[in-house]
C-alpha cells in the first residue's frame, strides 16, 4: 500500500509565498513522474506542475516565473514553491505521483488536497 500525505497549503495575501509538499510512504519501489494540480470552485481540475524522474520540468502559463516545482528522491517528496501568489491561486491542490511498486507495476496515486487561499 502507498500513502501521500500533502502539507503547506493555508491562507496568505496576494503577494506572499507559500511551499507545498507531498511525501509517499509504503511500498515503493520508485517514483517516476510527479506533479500537482488544482481545483478551483466551479472549475476543472487542471496540471499546475509537473516534473519527471529526470527532473524536467513543465508549468502551466498561469504560473511560469512563479511557481517552482522540485523532488527529494531520497525522501519520495515533491514540493512546490509558490511565489507572488495572486488570488486566482485560490484552489485546493492536489499532488499526483507516479509511483512503480517492487512488483514493477506503475500506478498513479493522489494527495488528499489542500486548500491554498490567496487574499486580495
Known amino acids: 500500500q502507498v500513502q501521500l500525505v500533502e502539507s503547506g497549503g493555508g491562507l496568505v495575501q496576494a503577494g506572499g509565498s507559500l511551499r507545498l509538499s507531498c511525501a509517499a510512504s509504503?511500498?515503493?519501489?520508485?517514483?517516476?513522474?510527479m506533479a500537482w494540480y488544482r481545483q478551483a470552485p466551479g472549475k476543472q481540475r487542471e496540471l499546475v506542475a509537473a516534473i519527471t524522474s529526470g527532473e524536467r520540468t513543465n508549468y502551466a502559463d498561469s504560473v511560469k516565473g512563479r511557481f517552482t516545482i522540485s523532488r527529494d528522491n531520497a525522501k519520495n517528496t515533491v514540493y512546490l514553491q509558490m511565489n507572488s501568489l495572486k488570488p486566482e491561486d485560490t484552489a485546493v491542490y492536489y499532488c499526483?505521483?507516479?509511483?512503480?511498486?517492487?512488483?514493477?507495476?506503475?500506478?498513479?496515486?493522489w494527495g488528499q488536497g489542500t486548500q491554498v487561499t490567496v487574499s486580495s
Open positions: 499526483k505521483l507516479a509511483i512503480k511498486s517492487y512488483s514493477r507495476w506503475v500506478n498513479d496515486y
Open positions: 509504503g511500498s515503493i519501489f520508485s517514483i517516476d513522474d
